[in-house]
């Protein structure tokens, strides 16, 4: 049975972080990892980053209503391409919106329960955003529901960018989460997912082979999340980079990300907006292009006011 470990968490909470993270111990110990990514959007922009690993990917995720038939296919290419590839591991990454329920009632279906072994749900949480995400006057019913459910089908938190919060709302969010979750789960402080291997690879199936009747009754019940939307916009050059920045924030987006040009330094970066902050790593020449992720984004609006005062 090849060993799974889930990751999930919403948008921006540094999921492929900690993914990152895992492979390389990984590699360093000399196994081979296979990756599921689901990404919403029609386009990986985040490929770059695992050049050398077997990537399996459900693009254009409507996580509720088509990752569990996307799921199926590719974990049976996966399957089929062990005969070959042996991998000693496989990672899922959900979408930032993606309810982990659903891949993991995959995972324990008749189909799949004597290939993998479900070894952990990893959820990861940005303590930065934690508060504000469960407020009523910031965020909506729709997140705050997503959000409660990333976090109680984990069997262990990461409870992520412990760099950019005080040690008391730190521990704020630390009560908060262990009341979803109880005293079962460990809840980790992580900067940059930065945690051993030992803790993240503990088995934690105890928490994750919950009774195929659970298992199927959750399976019924569906989760829409029809108001967070991807919209991507190609050939992306900007003046500056603060144009953009400024730009993001006054359209209120939860989360960008992509490669664009930036005329007055000539340069291509690799930009990643996420809780309001923008980060850029300079890259390569290559195609550019934004994905924007928003709740109950007016998409014909963005797209013109992109095309008059972005691009
Ligand atoms: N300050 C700070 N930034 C972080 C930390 N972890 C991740 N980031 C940054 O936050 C941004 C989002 O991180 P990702 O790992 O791409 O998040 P994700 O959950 O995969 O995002 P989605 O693809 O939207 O689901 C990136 O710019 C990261 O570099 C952290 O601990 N502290």
């Known amino acids: 049975m090849i060993p799974v470990y889930v990751i999930s968490g919403f948008l921006g909470s540094g999921k492929t972080t900690v993914l990152l993270h895992m492979i390389k111990e990984w590699k360093e110990q000399g196994k081979k990892v296979g990756i599921i990514l689901n990404e919403l959007g029609d386009e990986n922009v985040e490929k770059h980053l695992f050049k050398e690993e077997t990537i399996y990917e459900l693009l254009n995720g409507c996580i509720c209503c088509s990752i569990q038939e996307d799921l199926k296919t590719a974990l049976q290419q996966f399957i089929t391409e062990q005969e070959k590839n042996p991998t000693d591991v496989l990672l899922i990454e959900g979408t930032g919106v993606a309810n982990p329920i659903?891949?993991?009632?995959?995972?324990?279906?008749?189909?799949?329960?004597d290939q993998f072994?479900?070894?952990?749900?990893?959820?990861?949480?940005?303590?930065?955003?934690?508060?504000?995400?469960?407020?009523?006057?910031?965020?909506?019913?729709?997140?705050?529901?997503?959000?409660?459910?990333?976090?109680?089908?984990?069997?262990?938190?990461?409870?992520?960018?412990?760099?950019?919060?005080?040690?008391?709302e730190n521990q704020k969010v630390?009560?908060?989460?262990?009341?979803?979750?109880g005293e079962e789960v460990a809840i980790i402080?992580?900067?940059?997912?930065?945690?051993?291997?030992?803790?993240l690879t503990k088995e934690r199936h105890q928490t994750v082979s919950f009774s195929s009747a659970e298992v199927h009754e959750k399976d019924h019940v569906h989760h829409h999340h029809h108001h967070i939307h991807a919209l991507k916009i190609t050939e992306v050059t900007l003046k500056s980079r603060k144009s953009l920045e400024q730009w993001l924030k006054r359209h209120s987006l939860l989360r960008a990300k992509?490669?664009?040009?930036i005329e007055d330094e000539n340069k291509y970066y690799d930009v990643q907006f996420a809780a309001n902050k923008a980060r850029w790593h300079e890259t390569e020449k290559a195609d550019t292009l934004l994905i924007l992720i928003g709740d109950s984004l007016n998409v014909t609006e963005l797209h013109e006011s992109a095309a008059i005062q972005l691009i």
Do not use: W
């Open 117 to 168: 072994q479900l070894c952990s749900m990893i959820g990861v949480v940005d303590a930065s955003h934690y508060l504000e995400y469960q407020s009523v006057f910031s965020s909506s019913k729709e997140i705050r529901e997503l959000l409660r459910e990333q976090i109680s089908s984990s069997t262990l938190l990461l409870v992520n960018k412990k760099d950019l919060v005080s040690e008391r």
């Open 189 to 199: 402080p992580t900067t940059f997912g930065k945690v051993s291997m030992d803790i």
């Open 174 to 181: 630390f009560s908060k989460l262990e009341k979803i979750v």
């Open 102 to 113: 659903e891949i993991k009632s995959t995972l324990l279906s008749a189909d799949f329960i």
């Open 258 to 261: 992509g490669i664009v040009f």
